[in-house]
């Protein structure tokens, strides 16, 4: 078991929001999902307050080495969330982490204090990959946002608060280090990078609905390296690494650049069972390297710092 | 959700079942897929014109419902072709199941991962997900089925043909006679093509035209209604929209297997949606069979 913000996990893969949905899952194969559920923990898809319907197809764009996604955070609102989705996620075997979002932080802050006295809940994670409309900055793209989000949201729960970084600003290990300075317990990186696809029947028209979208899978990789090891280098509260990791040796690699759990997002989608696989495959790799599950994280990182 | 039964859902309620393979489930409403993707050998190759079907040998895998999909990559060099592409496994209409637990598919090279899985043969595999979705259902009160199909479209129309047991009524369309070859994967059907090369000169829905005006001409109909003819489809959206338009205009039900690209198949990417009258749904778990009357039209 590993410990992460006070939550027992049996391994360190947890899937990305918004990567696997375990009740479509479940319809598809039955219980034997939960019997060899793939991650440690599920991370639930982003709520929002409302309902939203999603992007305008098309929404997907397969690239050489991963895709491009416009999805559109298609969930059914906070009501919906909690009278439909949560008792069935509860019905997991391994601990939940609800994903949400909001376009100001007292809207956060709202959803927030729903699910903190929630049992089936063991921590947030907060999506600030979204404008916020008073401001018009996107709240996780800039340090002082980002400060004012969890001055909003800190005071309204005693769970575990993960701020989920996005790639797309100038420096995500400031943002991550104005998260913990605000009482964030965890920070999770990379949310996907912005990207468009030509749609090659219409010159010069995007293909995805949303016009653009975000990359991920294994084009994504060594981005998520690189801001993984920036960030861990500015803070020292866990790191949820990911971000094209396919197998274990991927993982290996994002725990030694400083993550203490990584995310799996898009090979889910090739291989629903992916994270099972990643997690054996890990383990495999730290027995016959002598590396014990688990150790206290070191403050800073092992890796050199210079490049 | 259950799983372990014997008999799956409404083919084997309606007394329509294939034998299901012992130990695999159903929910009633799909035979479940086993968790996890399957690597397994690809046992035949054959070309009908501009289409291929490959065999794929799945003897321990559940027996899909008619119009369930499974999703498919090329075990070996999925990758790394011309444009780097496929990355994504692909969704495939299961075509036909045989005895032996074979599966076959219907395929037309038309992009990177279509290129790659149709070259495969004997001694490659392939690694399969499924089966996926919802299929057709059983028709409904009795109801006589005809079966419409368009293009690489009529894969699902050949396992349901399969089910539905004596010969029910099958029109298919194709572009011209090469790809009209692809008629011979079903039992005695009539054929439109674009360019007259073989059948009826011009689309299928012509013909399915002239055949509900004759089924709901004749004295059965007239005493039962309008609930005697039930139409399956499946092809390219015009056709699939000219379907549900006349359908809709007649008063008749029609099940309608829609396609959408998808990254994962199981509900997971929420990248396949479609519109219905209640919103987007996904087609790899809400479908790909759609009831027509939920459609505002295909798009």
């Known amino acids: 078991m590993i410990s992460f913000c ?183 990186l990379v949310n996907t990078l912005r990207g468009m696809a030509i749609d090659p029947r219409r010159p010069g028209q995007p293909w995805l609905g949303g016009g653009t979208g975000g990359v991920s899978g294994p084009a994504v990789r060594a981005i998520a390296l690189a801001q993984v090891r920036e960030v861990r280098e500015r803070v020292r509260v866990p790191i949820v690494g990911m971000g094209g990791v396919q197998s274990g040796r991927h993982a290996r690699d994002l725990l030694d650049a400083g993550a203490d759990l990584v995310g799996v997002g898009t090979e889910s989608f090739r291989d629903p069972r992916a994270g099972g696989r990643i997690a054996a495959e890990l383990a495999e790799i730290d027995a016959n390297s002598g590396i014990v599950a688990g150790p206290p994280k070191p403050a800073r990182p092992r890796i050199a710092q210079s490049l | ?126 690694w399969l997900l499924g089966p996926l979705g919802r299929g057709f259902a059983p028709p409904h009160d009795g109801r006589r089925p005809i079966l419409v199909g368009g293009g690489v479209g009529i894969a699902p129309l050949a396992i349901l043909q399969d089910a539905l047991g004596p010969s029910p009524l099958v029109l298919l369309g194709f572009r011209d006679v090469d790809h009209a070859a692809g008629a011979a994967l079903l039992c005695d059907p009539n054929v439109a093509t674009d360019d007259g090369s073989v059948g009826h000169h011009g689309f299928v829905t012509e013909l399915l035209a002239s055949e509900m005006d004759v089924a709901l001409r004749s004295s059965q109909a007239r005493s039962s209604g309008r609930r005697y003819i039930e139409v399956y489809a499946c092809g390219p959206p015009p056709m699939l929209e000219a379907v549900r338009a006349l359908c809709a205009e007649h008063g008749v039900p029609a099940q309608l297997a829609l396609e959408s690209g998808m990254a994962c198949g199981f509900g997971a990417c929420f990248g396949c949606v479609v519109p219905t009258r209640d919103g987007y749904v996904r087609l790899c778990v809400d479908g790909p069979v759609l009831d027509a009357a939920v459609l505002e039209a295909v798009t």
């Open chain 2, 1 to 126: 959700m259950t799983e372990g039964f014997e008999a799956r859902g409404a083919w084997a309620a309606a007394g329509h079942g294939m034998s299901a393979a012992a130990g695999h489930g159903s929910s009633g409403e799909r035979t479940l897929a086993p968790f996890g993707r399957r690597r397994l050998p690809v046992v035949g190759r054959r070309e009908y014109g501009a289409y291929v079907v490959i065999s794929v040998a799945d003897p321990g895998g559940p027996a899909p419902d008619p119009g369930q999909f499974a999703m498919l990559a090329a075990a070996e060099r999925w990758g790394g072709g011309a444009d780097e592409r496929p990355f994504l496994p692909r969704a495939f209409s299961v075509a036909r199941r045989h005895h032996d637990g074979t599966l076959d598919f219907l395929l037309e090279d038309v992009g990177p991962g279509t290129n790659r899985l149709a070259e495969l043969d004997d001694g490659d595999d392939v």
């Open chain 1, 6 to 188: 006070g939550i027992q996990l049996r391994h360190p893969i947890v899937n990305g929001s918004g990567t696997f949905d375990a009740i479509a899952a479940r319809r598809a194969f039955g219980d034997a999902l939960l019997r060899d559920f793939p991650f440690a923990a599920f991370v639930s898809k982003t709520v929002t307050l409302a309902p939203r319907q999603g992007n305008l197809p098309p929404r997907l764009w397969e690239l050489a080495a991963g895709m491009i996604n416009s999805i559109g955070l298609p969930n059914k609102g906070l009501d919906g969330y909690l009278a439909e989705d949560l008792p069935r996620l509860a019905e997991l075997p391994v601990p939940l982490i609800v994903n949400v979002m909001g376009s100001t932080p007292e809207e956060v802050a709202t959803l927030v204090a729903a699910f903190a006295g929630r049992e089936e809940v063991a921590a947030l994670e907060l999506n600030v990959s979204c404008p916020n409309v008073k401001t018009g900055l996107l709240m996780g793209a800039d340090p002082g946002e980002t400060a004012a989000l969890l001055d909003a949201v800190r005071p309204r729960t005693a769970k575990p608060l993960i701020v989920k970084l996005t790639p797309n600003c100038a420096s995500p290990a400031a943002v991550a280090a104005a998260a913990e300075q605000h009482g964030a317990d965890a920070v999770s």
